[in-house]
């Protein structure tokens, strides 16, 4: 039987992937030490996506609890599955650049020391699998800031003449950038992924993403955009806007076109590959525009609080060009764009999120 194996499984884009190749017939190993709760305490606790997925697939998940720091534990792993693992999504990190600033050894152990166990786990024992690696569109550090912006009354927007006026494109320069120390590790992750592709013919790929989002987030104040804003709106709790009077965009991307994504590259893998994805022109807002659907969605005003100064590297305008992945897999597509994301992460997540809160 063939194995996907996915790290931070019980995380947004993780647990998604499991769900989806397990409803294929495939056997998902997952690997989720539950590390988001020590970065961010109780509340982003992924525990309870674990249980989803032991219910949900029974049999066909079976579940490690495993740090990706620990060589020897992840190598044991995957000499135990071998040649059967024809699929590894790699998607266990430290997810905030505000966070890293607190831990840059930790940081980097997690999210540059784990992506190459990972590598050199799959190098040796299943070689002709296909790796996917969730990297970020904070390689290109705060490059972004230095488009020529135009602001409205709701959102900064790029200058309809320029060449990114689409999204922007891999084009993009990684080099001379502040990338925050996030951002960096993440490089190093990123470039290790493509290396292994290109040195020893693996199929690799990175994708670079947006705001990676949907129902199955565990949402905190430093990770998780669209979902905890939405948990704030729910809940009654007050949302902090920082920086840039709340007008930054984002684009953002709902976790069932990323997995879409994702299945696209496994039927059809290439080599050392790198695709900017995220919601591109189709699901993009800025926080004012975001906190205006709450709103909306939920039928109450929010509690906000502006602060002036923006996150260091932080991005202004962030649109993905998803032009590359589409020329590459034309039969995808965003399928999802933003007030339904905000719909579907409100409709899966009030009544528990209202039970936290009380509790």
Same mark, same amino acid.
């Given at each position: 039987m063939s194995v996907a194996?996915?790290?931070?499984?019980?995380?947004?884009?993780?647990?998604?992937?499991?769900? =989806?190749?397990? +409803?294929? &017939?495939?056997?998902?190993?997952?690997?989720?030490?539950?590390?988001?709760?020590?970065? /961010? %305490?109780?509340?982003?606790?992924?525990?309870w996506q674990r249980q989803t997925l032991e219910q949900t697939l029974r049999q066909r998940y079976r579940h490690h609890a495993i740090d990706i720091r620990d060589a020897a534990a992840i190598d044991a792993l995957f000499e135990r599955h071998g040649s059967a693992i024809s699929l590894i999504i790699h998607t266990a990190a430290q997810p905030s650049h505000d966070w890293a600033a607190r831990d840059p050894q930790m940081?980097?152990?997690?999210?540059?020391?784990g992506t190459l166990n990972m590598l050199e786990a799959a190098r040796r024992h299943c070689p002709d699998a296909v790796f996917?690696?969730?990297?970020?569109?904070?390689?290109?550090?705060?490059?972004?800031?230095?488009?020529?912006?135009?602001?409205?009354?709701?959102?900064?927007?790029?200058?309809?003449? =320029?060449?990114? +006026?689409? &999204?922007?494109?891999?084009?993009?320069?990684?080099?001379?950038?502040?990338?925050?120390? /996030? %951002?960096?590790?993440?490089?190093?992750?990123?470039?290790?992924?493509?290396?292994?592709?290109?040195?020893?013919?693996?199929?690799?790929?990175?994708?670079?993403?947006?705001?990676?989002?949907?129902?199955?987030?565990s949402p905190t104040q430093l990770h998780g955009f669209l979902a905890y804003l939405m948990r704030c709106a729910v809940t009654g709790t007050r949302y902090d806007v920082i920086g840039y009077k709340g007008k930054q965009v984002r684009d953002n991307i709902h976790s069932n076109d990323l997995i879409a994504a994702f299945q696209a590259f496994y039927d059809a893998p290439r080599s050392a590959e790198v695709y900017?994805?995220?919601?591109?022109?189709?699901?993009?807002?800025?926080?004012?525009?975001?906190?205006?659907l709450c709103e909306e969605i939920t039928g109450r005003p929010m509690d906000l609080a502006f602060k002036?100064?923006?996150?260091?590297g932080d991005h202004i305008w962030w649109v993905s060009s998803l032009d590359r992945f589409r020329s590459h897999y034309p039969s995808w597509d965003i399928r999802h764009d933003v007030r339904n994301i905000l719909t579907d992460i409100h409709d899966s997540n009030r009544r528990r999120w209202r039970v936290e809160a009380v509790a």
């Open positions: 194996l996915v790290t931070g499984s019980c995380g947004l884009i993780g647990s998604e992937s499991c769900l =989806h190749f397990g +409803a294929l &017939g495939m056997d998902v190993v997952g690997i989720d030490n539950d590390m988001r709760r020590t970065f /961010f %305490g109780d509340e982003a606790s992924t525990a940081d980097f152990s997690v999210n540059a020391n996917i690696f969730t990297s970020t569109n904070k390689v290109y550090g705060d490059t972004p800031n230095r488009l020529p912006l135009i602001e409205t009354e709701t959102r900064y927007e790029i200058d309809p003449a =320029h060449r990114y +006026a689409g &999204g922007i494109a891999e084009d993009m320069s990684i080099d001379a950038t502040l990338h925050s120390l /996030f %951002g960096a590790s993440k490089v190093a992750a990123d470039v290790l992924v493509q290396e292994f592709g290109r040195y020893f013919g693996m199929k690799t790929v990175c994708f670079r993403g947006g705001c990676l989002t949907g129902p199955n987030h900017n994805i995220g919601g591109g022109r189709a699901s993009n807002c800025s926080i004012l525009e975001a906190v205006a002036e100064a923006n996150r260091i």
